[in-house]
């Protein structure tokens, strides 16, 4: 077959296919052989070159800053009613981040991270998906969960860890993950949700079942050796997984230029032979139609699909963190002024008459009250019970556990009057 075949000898079939002119893949090639080296099939060459750097892949938008559209061809006709839903969802997500950063720097929390400035990557891409679809997320996704029906309710119960926290109060603020709407629990540990995606999208090929994974990530963490594996096996087994990386310019401090020399981050898809895109990750449409693409391809090839979206993190990396120690304040304002992707699309929906400005501020205020509610009910609710201490590792209590649990229970019994007990939730 033509698989079997090198590059000269493909090259010849396609020259008698073309009335006997010569094709591209001929020239500057050894006609006299051809290698069948099991690790690679490719044409010999006799005279030495190195390999050109190949073109830089181009970023592919929809809209430009001013929120019209480039070409209508690309428009993705998108109903009005989940336009609306998209616009509604972007700017709760950023009330949710207004309030709980100054939450946590009154110390109500002790941690938080932002979306600003990559609110349009998350929702955009969250809308193109499925419910069905697995996702694992790294930490800069709370508008995928949002998109999904992750409640403010629920963002707040693990940002409080308290008693109704899924998590039962053991993982730090905005490490979500829900069952219910098939999101894996957020790790902090870097990349190692990529090759984990990798698994869980060969599981659904070997079920028969039509859904991807997807796998967000940054670009900081593409540098751990846990992208490559989770790659390369996607590759192989060709699983039906999307890698979505937010190269937002900044891992924590270290500037993109000092990651990596290549084509950022979509430049290594081809090396691994993976069918890869970029995109402008402030472009909502941009982003919508490429993961809507790539959920296509994945589902009717079963193969994977890497996607890298282009942005910028214009909030602090966490609450732990001050960005204006490594970059200027006036590189963060041009960043969210000019380029902000919910002023984007806002202006797309009113050149449409499908907003306004009354309705904008109108929003803001109703979904900062929504969070502050929320907030309050979850800031007062109790702490998880102490048993649960002890529980969901082993299936029955080791010895040394047993020991623990009674050792605590008798010193409450003498000095529980010393210990806020009266916070902590009665187990059901």
């Not at 998906?129 to 697995?134: H, S």
Request: hydrophobic share 35%.
């Amino acid at each position: 077959t033509s698989k079997m075949l090198c590059g000269y000898q493909r090259a010849l079939l396609a020259r008698s296919s073309n009335g006997g002119k010569h094709s591209h893949a001929t020239f500057g090639r050894d006609r006299s052989y051809c290698s069948a080296y099991p690790g690679q099939r490719s044409s010999f060459v006799n005279a030495f070159s190195w390999v050109k750097t190949p073109d830089v892949i181009p970023t592919y938008r929809v809209m430009d800053a001013e929120g019209k559209l480039i070409n209508e061809k690309e428009d993705p006709k998108i109903p009005d009613e989940k336009l609306l839903k998209m616009y509604k969802t972007l700017v709760r997500l950023n009330q949710l981040d207004v309030v709980m950063y100054d939450v946590q720097r009154q110390g109500r929390v002790s941690f938080y991270m932002t979306n600003y400035g990559e609110e349009a990557t998350q929702i955009g891409s969250a809308a193109a998906l499925e419910n069905e679809d697995v996702v694992y997320t790294q930490y800069r996704e709370a508008g995928t969960f949002m998109w999904r029906g992750f409640t403010l309710s629920e963002f707040m119960n693990q940002c409080y860890s308290n008693e109704f926290d899924y998590g039962k109060g053991r993982q730090m603020p905005v490490h979500y993950g829900s069952k219910r709407i098939n999101f894996q629990t957020v790790s902090s540990p870097l990349a190692t949700q990529i090759p984990q995606a990798t698994g869980a999208a060969y599981a659904q090929k070997m079920k028969g079942l039509k859904n991807v994974t997807v796998c967000y990530f940054g670009e900081g963490a593409a540098s751990e050796g846990d992208f490559h594996a989770g790659l390369n096996f996607a590759a192989t087994l060709e699983a039906p997984v999307i890698f979505f990386c937010r190269n937002n310019g900044w891992a924590i401090s270290t500037p993109s230029r000092e990651q990596f020399r290549g084509d950022g981050i979509a430049g290594r898809g081809p090396g691994y032979g993976i069918t890869t895109a970029r995109v402008d990750g402030n472009d909502i449409f941009a982003v919508y139609n490429v993961m809507s693409a790539a959920r296509a391809y994945a589902v009717a090839e079963s193969k994977p699909v890497l996607i890298e979206a282009m942005s910028y993190r214009v909030g602090h990396h966490s609450t732990s963190d001050d960005s204006t120690r490594y970059r200027p304040a006036e590189e963060i304002e041009e960043w969210k002024t000019k380029h902000n992707p919910i002023t984007r699309f806002k202006k797309y929906l009113m050149a449409r008459n499908l907003w306004d400005d009354k309705k904008d501020v109108d929003l803001a205020k109703e979904a900062r009250k929504q969070v502050l509610e929320e907030l309050t009910r979850a800031e007062n609710a109790k702490k998880p019970p102490l048993d649960d201490l002890w529980t969901d590792v082993y299936d029955e209590l080791t010895p040394n556990l047993v020991e623990q649990k009674a050792a605590l229970q008798e010193h409450l019994a003498k000095y529980g009057d010393k210990y806020p007990t009266a916070l902590y939730a009665e187990r059901k």
